[in-house]
């Protein structure tokens, strides 16, 4: 079956540091991937997406590459903020949504 | 448009009680999924609704049961609460068409004492 694979963190960054996330995936079809990310307190939302093979998702600063050849979909921020912090999920669906496990980004003034 | 909307957003209820947890779709979706998340287990798949149907389940003891109504609202219902089923129990919307994104409400915070 389909499933994700992130790094888990705890991830610890200063203001202004490069950020990156990765997330690899197994399916048997063409999955859609997603970034989605939470806040404390708070439900899922959607970051950034990508449909097909080399497409590029970008949203708030955050990138992510849609790679078949490597079957990743890694996220990168170049300068985070303080306000950056919060969970991050990697997911794909291909009908039925997998979720990755999340990995936790805090960022330090 | 309106988000996904769940109710409440607190409950504190005792062992052994049984609970039923609501959620509004964005209009038009018609497939609701239920999630438990936890900080030991992370997310974890419930069930997902689709046109009233259960369409997928997660792997839950059948204390753990949901429906969806003719306007695609969905509930959960628990029964027999036990300690471990203190979560953050989340409610997704997705349209009919597959490979698409999934919404998010802001959670109903359950607390089992």
């Known amino acids: 079956g389909n499933s994700v694979t992130q790094m888990e963190g705890p991830v610890t960054l200063s203001e202004e540091a490069f950020l990156t996330i990765n997330c690899t995936y197994t399916a048997t079809g063409y999955p859609s991937l997603f970034w989605y990310v939470q806040y404390p307190g708070e439900g899922l939302q959607l970051l950034l997406k990508?449909?097909?093979?080399?497409d590029k998702g970008s949203n708030k600063g955050f990138e992510a590459t849609y790679r078949k050849e490597t079957t990743s979909f890694h996220l990168e921020k170049g300068s985070v903020q303080v306000s950056d912090s919060a969970v991050y999920f990697c997911?794909?669906?291909?009908?039925?949504?997998?979720f990755g496990a999340g990995t936790t980004v805090t960022v330090r003034a | 448009k309106a988000g996904v909307t769940q109710t409440p957003r607190y409950l504190i209820k005792t062992r052994g009680q049984q609970v039923t947890l609501s959620c509004s779709p964005i209009?038009?979706?018609?497939?609701v999924s239920w999630y438990q998340q936890t900080p030991g287990q992370g997310l974890q798949f419930l069930f997902e609704y689709f046109s009233e149907t259960q369409r997928n389940k997660g792997n839950f003891p059948g204390r753990f049961s949901g429906r969806q109504f003719s306007n695609s609202r969905s509930e959960m219902n628990v029964s027999t609460l036990e300690l471990g089923d203190s979560a953050l129990y989340l409610c997704?919307?997705?349209?009919?068409?597959?490979?698409?994104?999934?919404?998010f409400g802001q959670g109903t915070r359950l607390t089992v004492v």
């Open positions: 209009s038009g979706h018609r497939s």
């Open positions: 997704a919307s997705r349209d009919h068409r597959g490979n698409t994104e999934a919404f």
């Open positions: 990508a449909t097909k093979a080399d």
């Open positions: 997911a794909l669906t291909d009908y039925k949504l997998s």
